[in-house]
């Protein structure tokens, strides 16, 4: 490999026929070998006429050489043999950074199953994926895929309305105490049993991590193991919320050792790089054995938006010629993109009328627009009907000089096309009124910290519902670094006091109303704005069968056949 390595750096570091100083200490080093390897390296290069090489003369002179052939197409069929064995990053290595989104498009674009007895779904994607660790995620796209690779002890209904086990064999809610008798012959991916005490010590790694989805098992008062397969959850407070505690992401029980976390699903992660997320099927899983064998989620950036493919589950915006061969499925997503204002940071922002002007300001902005901008329609609250009409069309006063911020406001959002756009429309308005202001996008990881969501005065950011409303109102007001971001001690208390009332109302109905009733007051303390619905458009190859579009954007992987 490391002569590939060296022709590589060679095409990519060196202009063809044309004279150059280089050190041999600078090739041992690009190389990771030695001198000695580096004097051998050179010596083939040369007898097979792909440099020329001069060695320096006198003290202080470099040796010169000269590259004498192109050598990019015989890279790229190298590094495409590398790739079909699988060796994604060594291949990558030899293609230059700026070709690397196309030469991985173009591979996926032709690539096809050689073997019958291997099925492969292929995924091509804007972006790599993330933490993949239950207790730190915080995205619907790593939420969905590390439900294939967790198992929960309970697992709940697309309404959340019932429970079936997964790794528990039986449970009972008593009072205040939830009592799990687990399956037995489980194992981790590793091979190792999972017993009670695996699960106490998954639940302290999450109750002791500073993750914000913690704030979800506050309600858990605490975790007894009484024998090798059965233990007891305790809450005081709200006893109900336990079987849906006990079904969430976070709660999907891993083991971890040396930093690596090993999960029971019905998948394993098998590779996880910058560009290639592979998860294949666990033969030892404990529940129905998915019918295909593998998932390749493919990040070729930009080359995901003009993909000309070969895929099998693609959004409708990257399809911009035809969508012939594809099962098209739309829906509007429960949910919102939104506005947070921070009150905590800029003096301007502290001022509540202020707030409210720029609520104003966002409710009638029209439509954003953009080449990965979706399908919008105005919003006036998380699960408020999509509406093409926002009910303000007249011009906003404009502020009088006395009153504008005397410094710029900060726009903060991550790279999602609807996002950027939406963020780039009120920079836009702000600016026709008079109110300058800044805009920060950020890749997702970075952007979802509460260090760095409290250094901006408005946030964009969105949020999907999942079919469990209830559920997914808490997740979002209790688990959400933007909200807390905003929040101060007084209003944290206040909206803990608000959600634990509201969950204590005797039927579904009325948890629903009074958490509404949340989402309402927070818009009246002008810290939130909802904006837009967005409008899900997937596309599912005929290859394979079209099962139905989750709430989250995605499709059942345990569900495919191809």
């Known amino acids: 490999?490391?002569?590939?390595?060296?022709?590589?750096?060679?095409?990519?570091?060196?202009?063809?026929?044309?004279?150059?100083?280089?050190?041999?200490?600078?090739?041992?080093?690009?190389?990771?070998?030695?001198?000695?390897?580096?004097?051998?390296?050179?010596?083939?290069?040369?007898?097979?006429?792909?440099?020329?090489?001069?060695?320096?003369?006198?003290?202080?002179?470099?040796?010169?050489?000269?590259?004498?052939?192109?050598?990019?197409q015989r890279l790229a069929a190298h590094a495409q043999h590398l790739i079909e064995q699988g060796q994604i990053e060594s291949a990558l290595k030899l293609i230059s950074e700026d070709k690397r989104n196309k030469f991985l498009s173009d591979y996926l674009s032709q690539y096809q199953q050689l073997s019958a007895q291997n099925h492969i779904l292929q995924i091509p994607f804007y972006r790599g994926t993330h933490d993949l660790d239950p207790i730190g995620i915080n995205r619907r796209t790593e939420h969905h895929i590390a439900s294939y690779l967790y198992s929960s002890l309970l697992k709940a209904s697309l309404d959340g309305h019932s429970f079936q086990g997964d790794l528990a064999h039986s449970w009972k809610l008593d009072g205040n105490e939830l009592t799990v008798i687990l399956r037995k012959n489980l194992s981790f991916h590793d091979g190792s049993p999972i017993l009670a005490a695996d699960v106490k010590i998954h639940f302290d790694r999450l109750m002791n991590s500073s993750n914000v989805s913690k704030a979800l098992f506050q309600f858990i008062d605490d975790v007894q193991v009484t024998?090798?397969?059965?233990?007891?959850?305790?809450?005081?407070?709200?006893?109900?919320?336990?079987?849906?505690?006990?079904?969430?992401?976070?709660?999907?029980?891993?083991?971890?050792?040396?930093?690596?976390?090993?999960?029971?699903?019905?998948?394993?992660?098998?590779?996880?790089?910058?560009?290639?997320?592979?998860?294949?099927?666990?033969?030892?899983?404990?529940?129905?054995?998915?019918?295909?064998?593998?998932?390749?989620?493919?990040?070729?950036?930009?080359?995901?938006?003009?993909?000309?493919?070969?895929?099998?589950?693609?959004?409708?915006?990257?399809?911009?010629?035809?969508?012939?061969?594809?099962?098209?499925?739309?829906?509007?997503?429960?949910?919102?993109?939104?506005?947070?204002?921070?009150?905590?940071?800029?003096?301007?922002?502290?001022?509540?009328?202020?707030?409210?002007?720029?609520?104003?300001?966002?409710?009638?902005?029209?439509?954003?627009?953009?080449?990965?901008?979706?399908?919008?329609?105005?919003?006036?609250?998380?699960?408020?009907?999509?509406?093409?009409?926002?009910?303000?069309?007249?011009?906003?006063?404009?502020?009088?000089?006395?009153?504008?911020?005397?410094?710029?406001?900060?726009?903060?959002?991550?790279?999602?096309g609807t996002h950027i756009a939406t963020a780039e429309q009120i920079r836009l308005t702000l600016s026709t009124l008079g109110i300058e202001s800044e805009l920060?996008?950020?890749?997702?990881?970075?952007?979802?910290?509460?260090?760095?969501?409290?250094?901006?005065?408005?946030?964009?950011?969105?949020?999907?519902?999942?079919?469990?409303?209830?559920?997914?109102?808490?997740?979002?007001?209790?688990?959400?670094?933007?909200?807390?971001?905003?929040?101060n001690a007084t209003n944290r208390a206040w909206r803990d006091r608000q959600i634990t009332a509201a969950m204590t109302q005797t039927t579904e109905k009325k948890r629903l109303k009074a958490l509404e009733n949340i989402e309402k007051k927070l818009i009246a303390k002008a810290i939130y704005q909802p904006l837009y619905h967005v409008k899900q458009d997937l596309n599912i190859s005929d290859k394979i069968s079209a099962p139905e579009l989750l709430a989250n954007g995605w499709i059942d992987f345990n569900q495919i056949t191809m």
């Open 440 to 487: 920060t996008v950020l890749e997702y990881p970075q952007f979802n910290q509460q260090a760095t969501l409290s250094q901006a005065d408005i946030m964009v950011t969105g949020e999907v519902f999942s079919e469990d409303v209830e559920f997914s109102w808490l997740g979002w007001l209790l688990c959400t670094n933007s909200n807390e971001a905003c929040l």
């Open 227 to 416: 024998t090798p397969y059965k233990l007891k959850f305790i809450s005081h407070s709200l006893p109900s919320l336990l079987p849906k505690l006990l079904a969430h992401g976070a709660m999907g029980i891993t083991k971890v050792i040396d930093g690596k976390v090993y999960g029971s699903g019905s998948f394993i992660l098998k590779e996880q790089t910058p560009r290639r997320t592979l998860l294949v099927v666990n033969p030892h899983y404990h529940g129905y054995k998915p019918w295909i064998d593998g998932i390749e989620i493919w990040n070729i950036g930009d080359n995901a938006k003009a993909f000309d493919l070969n895929s099998d589950v693609v959004h409708g915006s990257h399809l911009k010629q035809t969508r012939e061969g594809f099962t098209t499925c739309h829906q509007w997503e429960l949910g919102c993109v939104h506005a947070m204002l921070n009150p905590l940071r800029h003096h301007w922002m502290k001022a509540k009328s202020n707030r409210q002007w720029l609520q104003t300001v966002l409710q009638a902005m029209p439509y954003p627009i953009g080449g990965d901008c979706e399908q919008l329609a105005y919003a006036k609250g998380m699960t408020s009907p999509p509406t093409s009409s926002n009910d303000l069309h007249t011009p906003q006063e404009i502020l009088p000089t006395s009153d504008r911020p005397s410094s710029p406001l900060i726009i903060m959002t991550y790279q999602l």
């Open 1 to 72: 490999m490391r002569y590939w390595n060296a022709l590589a750096f060679l095409q990519h570091s060196l202009p063809l026929d044309e004279w150059q100083s280089l050190s041999l200490d600078e090739i041992s080093h690009v190389l990771s070998c030695t001198r000695r390897n580096a004097q051998l390296l050179i010596k083939r290069l040369t007898s097979e006429k792909i440099i020329e090489w001069q060695s320096g003369v006198g003290r202080g002179n470099l040796p010169l050489v000269k590259r004498l052939a192109d050598l990019e």
